[in-house]
């Protein structure tokens, strides 16, 4: 009988243990409570280090430059605005300043070849001189820590894209035009790095016989100016899909294609093998941006499944694959520390100081979440004392 006892008290710790620590470390895409305050489908998204900054979306409603605070869960106005509507651009961040190339402005109904540079710690923005080689929106793009990189587009030619390969330095602010290209005029393609090689994600291709959304994986070699595909391929051919670089893997989310829009593939470079991840997104996600902060993906601009507004930030926790999906994240937070933020500023840059912390904007257009994350170690802890606690009054003799 103490031995029955015994078993079943082990067996119960054990199945407390199942029930309840899988919510701490569950791969899981979930919705956050913050929103924006409207759509922001077709813009782009650049991570300082601190927080994301959006740039951009399809209309008029791109002009604010939002910040979203994870730490918070708080979408915050910098009150800087861009000097015209900008859907479609690219945004990259090079350590200091983010770069926003191009886009589509949806009022003078142009394709923009401009590039404006972003202060986060300033909260300044101003456009420079230098032009893109062609006006363009729809572009993959990435930075390898020296250069970035703009891929194909949406451009004003005959097929109506490019197969293009081209390098800003922002160190110099030269645009060059590279001898390598796409394997065929592209658009609407995801670009990221890992630090050694550019990858592209999929995208529409212009082919002789028409136009197809694409399933290939590119990696662009900039030390040899060369451009191939892999060998592996993503589940499915896609385009308007946003990609982003953590660890040893790419993660790519949604999509426009057959059966793509709520999926998220995992593409591991190192083994050369892309997967479907179990989880989905919540909802519809097409013309996403996202942002990496060292442990989570947050994508921008997903369809709210109850409205049908492009206006939902999903965070995405890629911890432990193949658990159940989308349960709760109960990861600590903190946000950092900052000192009072300036105001907007126009006009030429001026002399940055050193890195002051300084938080731009304090407009907050979203609720601040205030939920207690517990940390994933001592949630642990917990679970496993009372799993023994409850073995051992399981086993006592009565």
Known sequence: MVRFRWAWGTLVGFAVIALLLPSAT?????????????????AAAAWDGRYAFIFGATGTAGLPILRYEPCRD??????????????NPAALFDGTHVYVFGGWDAIARRLVDEVLRYDPALNELVMLKERLPLAAELMGAAWDGEHMFLFGGHVDSPTGMTDQVVRFTPATGEFRVMQAALPAPTTSSAGASDGEGVYVFGGGRQYPEGFQQTNAILRYDAARDEARDVGARLPGGRSKAAAVHAGREFFVFGGSGEGTQKQIVRYDSAADRAVLSPVSMPDITVLPS?????????????????????????????SNPGQPANVPSVAPRSCPPAAPPPPPRTGPAPTRPSPSGHEAGTGIVSPVKTTDRRSTDGFAFTVVVLAAVVAVVLRRPR
């Not at 569950?26 to 077709?42: I, S, V």
């Open 290 to 318: 996202v942002a990496w902060d060292g442990a989570r993906a947050y994508v921008f601009g997903v369809r709210d499944a109850i409205d049908g507004a492009e206006n939902r930030i999903v965070e995405y926790d890629p």
């Open 74 to 87: 708080a979408v915050v106005d910098t009150g800087s605005r861009l000097p015209g509507p900008r859907a």
């Open 26 to 42: 569950a791969e899981n895409a979930r919705y956050m409570d913050a929103k924006f305050p409207q759509g922001r489908q077709g």
